[in-house]
């Protein structure tokens, strides 16, 4: 079973700061892997693409992959009361067939406190 | 204005009844997709579409069925054979490489 992990959280930040979120997969030839915010009540919003090992930035946040350690990240700075919702990490499966689907983790829950 | 769009926003359904919810969008992507979402869960994957007239079952597809006749549209039917079917349903379409985009969600509640 493939899987994806997240802790669930609450992280809690105060305002200004530096937001870390963590998230580790199964599948070792995954090869895209996506950031969703989703606020209470509302569907996912895609924040964040990353394909290849190293960061990505895009305004304050920044994606950071590393295939061998089967690892992403997301780093929201300078967070923002705004940016309190919960984070999905997906990563892309390809099965026999060609078919795609992403698994979810879970999600964790951040909290910027002013 | 492209994007997906889901209906109804919230609906009952009583014991024993079968309900379509409806999926469409205008951004040409070939593959759909149904997940489903319970309080403080991930999302799990009823039921893909990669093209027209083909779709496969996700990993929660009992109790569900869904068509795939027309590009622009996914609609996905709860039966009664659901026997847990109170959730937040949601549709997703892919663009390239490999992103989702959500539409909305459909709250189902099960009087």
């Known amino acids: 079973q493939k899987e994806v992990e997240q802790n669930s959280g609450p992280l809690s930040v105060p305002e200004g700061a530096i937001a870390s979120l963590n998230c580790t997969y199964s599948?070792?030839?995954?090869?895209?892997f996506f950031w969703y915010r989703q606020y209470s009540g509302k569907s996912p919003e895609l924040i964040m693409s990353?394909?290849?090992?190293g960061d990505k930035e895009d305004g304050r946040f920044t994606a950071q992959l590393n295939k061998a350690s089967q690892y992403v990240s997301l780093l929201i700075r300078d967070s923002q009361p705004s940016d309190s919702a919960t984070y999905l990490c997906?990563?892309?499966?390809?099965?026999?067939?060609?078919?795609?689907?992403?698994?979810f983790g879970a999600g964790t829950r951040l909290a910027v406190h002013p | 204005d492209g994007g997906i769009t889901q209906s109804p926003k919230y609906l009952f359904r009583k014991e024993g009844q079968n309900v379509t919810l409806s999926c469409e969008q205008n951004?040409?992507?070939?593959?759909m997709y149904w997940y489903r979402q319970d309080p403080g869960q991930g999302l799990r994957l009823i039921y893909y579409?990669?093209?027209?007239?083909?779709?496969q079952k996700g990993d929660i597809a009992e109790g569900y069925s869904v068509s795939r006749e027309k590009k622009e549209s996914f609609p996905l039917t709860v039966t009664s054979a659901q026997k847990n079917p109170t959730a937040f349903y949601l549709c997703?379409?892919?663009?390239?490489?490999?992103?989702?985009?959500f539409g909305p969600g459909t709250r189902l509640t099960v009087l």
């Open positions: 997703a379409s892919r663009g390239g490489p490999n992103e989702q985009f």
């Open positions: 990353i394909y290849s090992n």
């Open positions: 951004l040409n992507h070939d593959a």
């Open positions: 599948d070792r030839v995954s090869q895209s």
């Open positions: 997906a990563v892309n499966v390809v099965f026999s067939g060609g078919y795609n689907k992403l698994i």
């Open positions: 579409s990669q093209i027209v007239n083909d779709f």
